[in-house]
């Protein structure tokens, strides 16, 4: 832990202040070239792995406008192709630079519903910083332009200056759209159907909208009064949420469609239902998905006292998986009081599909890193709860169809590791209650929703988008798929 | 929405209450169950089976026993109150359909979720045989419905205060024996007493179907905090059952798992916060 180096906001603002002050303009490329990447403050490590406070405190103004700086508006603007949702970045960054936040935040609302969300959440280092020419020159994706913590800097702008806004919405037009689910795609196709005047209704399973965004990152991550947000702002445009509604259940899909007077629907259930490993042991006491985990420790406050819902008390535990839900479970598990928190993956840190910050976060915080390491079973007490678990070692071996090397078991290497807790975080796949409820919505052999070009599924007036369609995947692609349906939506409720 | 319509005590720690909750009394089916939270902000999810539903009011019935928080919340709700999370109706719908000879056990409080049942296997055409087994006298529930229901009704006490002084699957183990054999058995209620009559059953290869109650969480398959091993498979109670085949399931393994946040209900922090919890939905 490099609690040594711990800077607080206040000194990394400070040096950005002296560092903006120094600038003489214009800038020639290589100056820009020469201002140091602005550090994202965070909370001190060693204090923050005891709270559900947010970890990234977000840049002070003098740090966005000399990190704003650095971009070379480059003409091709690589960066635009690297966003899934196409967010003219340099002219935003620019606005940034001149200290127009309220410009900057317009240019980023025209592509995208939920900056405040993506600009924490979104894999910029795979998405719009991977081609940013800045990280290209300086060798390293690290030292990219960072869009992604700068789009956070104006969505937090806007908000706490309250001036969000939430769109106008035309006359009525007297159809009617129904939305499954309450995620970021519906989420966005909600605020794209109603601003055309059709009235919107949301369906939500659970007590709370919101999704994942609510259920599974975690508040140290997103904090959920932003999510509240966005739902308010639905809510003000006359989008009407129903929670503890499950579709199939309470109401089925077509009965909305034939019985009900729909017009049209979305379907963004998202990729709910946990994978389990298969191992001996596994249905043990102590063992749970990282789903559970996390329901219990965010949806249900398991980490207040007042919450009903309990947490389980654990000592040691472990962590099944090498993504973002992995990260989030390990370290939710270290602020419910976990002494020790060991997180084990089958390849190595290059294949993690984790975003970096997460990975880096995890081991500031104390996670410890088992790479190259998967159990092969979990050993039961005498009582049926977890004792500990067989662990194997991996070496990577040749690349499998997707190009990733393979993990291969070390005959003969297993050894036992002594924990009381193991959470399952290998991944999620779709819940099958809308499709088995429905007949005649095609699906592939992964479960996911099968959807044309606009997002249609096999049936008339159904569309859907998100991780019911692209598997688990991300918010921004969710909102992306989200965007395409409501368009879709849009032009065939203009056409009737 | 969600407010009591009605509201009624059935023995010491058994309560019975009409919802209203429209849209669940028409889709509901038997077998099924809801889940229902009080207090948004802190409160928890807590399952309950639907024990009947009238659509033309609009309302289901639900019998519940008070264990721990949420039940004792909810039982101090009175008319007109309104319960504030109501979802449903869960979980896959009992298989009903003409078997011949069907013997209903029920033990404790699992004899509200067999009623819905038992009328529906009644309703198609089956000679329906009812067993019910309580602690005492005291702690029966649904008598008079029961025996409305059924060709034959048999009460067992553990104390003998009222009907026969037996645990229930000694009934059982007659009517196993006796001819025309039974050609199903439905089992709810502890999960100790279902593993029992399962054993019972076994030898003589009456299917013997149970509804399990594990601990849930949502209730629609995205948790796997309800899963139970039945045969050499995970299944998830919320979405594959509740009900399954007793003989296939792994009934130390589940009556483990339940014990799986025991400590919480029983350490002093907790119970003083649940008093102080009732207390207060006392005073309202
Ligand atoms: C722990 C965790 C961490 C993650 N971290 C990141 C990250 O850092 N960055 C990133 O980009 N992505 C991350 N993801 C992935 C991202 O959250 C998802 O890709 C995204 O939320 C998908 O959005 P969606 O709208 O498709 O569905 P979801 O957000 O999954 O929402 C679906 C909603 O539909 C509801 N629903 C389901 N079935 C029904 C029904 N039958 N009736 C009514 N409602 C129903 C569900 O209750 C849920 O609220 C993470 C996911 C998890 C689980
Ligand atoms: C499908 C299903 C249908 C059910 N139907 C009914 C019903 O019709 N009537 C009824 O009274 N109960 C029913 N139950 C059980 C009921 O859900 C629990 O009694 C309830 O969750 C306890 O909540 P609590 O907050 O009052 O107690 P808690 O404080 O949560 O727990 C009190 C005690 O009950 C145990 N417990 C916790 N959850 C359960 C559970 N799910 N099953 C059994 N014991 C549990 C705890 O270990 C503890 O000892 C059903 C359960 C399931 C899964
Ligand atoms: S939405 Fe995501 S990918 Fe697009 S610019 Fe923002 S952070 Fe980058
Ligand atoms: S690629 Fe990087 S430097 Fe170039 S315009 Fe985009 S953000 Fe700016
Ligand atoms: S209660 Fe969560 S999966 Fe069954």
Redesign the interface.
Known sequence: MNDIMHRTKEQLTEDARLELAGLTKPLSPKQRLAIPAQEMPAQDPVVRRGNMQEVALGYSEEQARLEAERCLHCPAKPCIKGCPVGIEIPAFIQEIAKGDFKAAIGIIRQSSLLPAVCGRVCPQETQCQAPCTVGKALKSVDKAVSIGRLERFVADWERENGLMQPPAVKPATGKKVGIVGSGPASITVAADVRREGHEVTVFEAFHRPGGVLLYGIPEFRLPKAIVDQEVNSLKSMGVEVKTDFVIGRTRKLTDLLEKDGYDALFIGTGAGLPKFMNIEGENLVGVFSANEYLTRANLMKGYDPRAATPVFPSRKVAVLGGGNVAMDAARSALRLGAEEVHLLYRRTEVEMPARVEEVAHAKEEGVIFHLLQSPKRILSDERGWVSGMEVLHYELGEPDSSGRRRPVEIKGSEFEMDVDTVIVAIGNEPNPLVRQTTPGLETSKWGTLIVDDSGKTSLDRIFAGGDIVLGAATVILAMGEGRRAAASINKLLAEK | MNSILYKKQLSAEVFQMRIEAP??AR?RRAGQFVIL?I???????IPLTIADADPDEGSITVIFQTVG??THLLALKEVGDTV???????GQPTHVEKFGRVICVGGGIGVAPLYPIAQAMKAAGNEVIIIMGARNQELLILEEEMKNIADELIICTDDGSYGRKDLVTAPLKEFCEATPKPDLAVAIGPPIMMKFCAETTRPYGIHTMVSLNTIM??G??????C???VGSE?KFVC?DGPEFDGHLV?F??MM??L???K??EDTDHHRC?LEEAIEEAGKR
């Open positions: 849209l669940i889709e939270q207090d948004s902000q802190f409160g928890e999810r928080r949420t504030e999370h109501l979802v449903g109706p869960l969480v949502d629609t398959g995205m948790c796997g905090g899963r139970v091993t995970t979405v792994d130390d393994n483990n798992r014990k799986a946040f400590w919480r916060h």
